[in-house]
């Protein structure tokens, strides 16, 4: 977390598109299903309780946030997931978590010192 | 055994951890109270903390510099939003330029403390948060390795900590 790796340049629009598409319970389903194993937007439809110009709806959310990329097959729409954005986040929060655990050890061991 | 859970919330952009202490909360109180002992558990284990200003009070600052494996220092700043001894604590942590002046390219991330006694014992939960997601998105490039590859159950993980 400190160490003075070169911060990339990020676009601020992008981050907030794909935080933007995750904050909702369909879209986020619908990433995990579509980061498993492809399926159509049809398919996706039909495990919804919702229109499936709805579903068209939240897969472009996500389509445009890159969290899942959507490719033409014939008639069908497929969709898959793009699992980068949410590993980052992952990562950045398990990093924090290590630091906390490491700073909450060392305070016991302060404190059990004081004990002797 | 002291981290008793942790909870991170990747919509909200929050971390939380609770501990637990066999001493009362005056004692964990002065961990964050006392710069000398603040500086032994604050940097990571490879960055130790070195607090050159604690002003230890509402709206006061705090300046240190945490130093790497090959003497490269890292500064910081904090600013305290809230204080009430010795159950509450909130401050606000930074980056700073190598004189010691805020780096506002830089992510800045609350910190809540909160100290309860429990028995004779303290229960000690701290909450950060991070301020806006182009920050969080500004750390998670800072903590990044390369080639990075996802297994699935982190994804899992990650949506079933909603």
Redesign the interface.
């Known amino acids: 977390?400190?160490?003075?790796?070169v911060?990339?340049h990020?676009d601020?629009a992008e981050?907030?598109r794909i935080?933007h598409a995750?904050?909702d319970?369909t879209r986020?389903d619908i990433?995990?299903r579509v980061?498993?194993q492809e399926e159509s937007i049809s398919q996706l439809a039909r495990r919804y309780d919702m229109s499936f110009a709805a579903v068209q709806k939240h897969v472009a959310v996500l389509a445009r946030a890159s969290l899942v990329v959507k490719q033409r097959s014939g008639r069908e729409q497929l969709v898959h997931g793009n699992?980068?954005v949410?590993?980052?986040?992952?990562?950045?929060?398990?990093?924090?978590?290590q630091?906390?655990?490491?700073?909450?050890?060392?305070?016991?061991?302060?404190?059990?010192e004081?004990?002797e | 055994m002291?981290?008793i859970s942790?909870h991170?919330d990747?919509?909200a952009l929050t971390?939380t951890?609770v501990?637990e202490?066999?001493?009362a909360p005056e004692?964990?109180w002065r961990?964050w109270e006392d710069p000398r002992?603040l500086e032994?558990?604050?940097g990571?284990?490879t960055?130790p903390a070195t607090f050159e200003q604690h002003d230890f009070k509402a709206g006061g600052r705090s300046s240190y510099f945490?130093t790497?494996p090959d003497g490269?220092k890292?500064n910081g700043w904090w600013e305290i939003t809230a204080i009430e001894a010795p159950r509450r604590l909130e401050f606000d942590d930074g980056f700073a330029d190598d004189k010691g002046e805020r780096n506002t390219?830089?992510p800045v991330i609350h910190c809540a403390v909160t100290l309860e006694a429990n028995g004779s014992g303290t229960r000690?939960t701290?909450v950060?948060s991070f301020e806006s997601?182009?920050q969080?998105?500004?750390?998670?490039?800072?903590?990044?390795e390369e080639g990075?590859k996802?297994a699935?159950g982190?994804?899992?993980?990650?949506?079933a900590e909603?």
């Open positions: 977390m400190y160490n003075h790796v911060v990339s990020l601020d981050i907030d935080f995750l904050a319970a986020r990433v995990t980061l498993r699992p980068e949410l590993h980052k986040a992952a990562r950045l929060l398990d990093e924090y978590e630091i906390w655990r490491h700073r909450a050890d060392a305070i016991g061991d302060i404190l059990s004081e004990d | 002291t981290v942790s991170k990747t919509e971390l951890i501990a202490y066999d001493a004692r964990v961990v002992k032994r558990w604050w990571p284990p960055w945490m790497g490269t890292s390219e830089m000690m701290t950060n997601l182009e969080l998105e500004k750390l998670i490039e800072m903590g990044m990075m996802l699935e982190q994804i899992d993980a990650l949506l909603d």
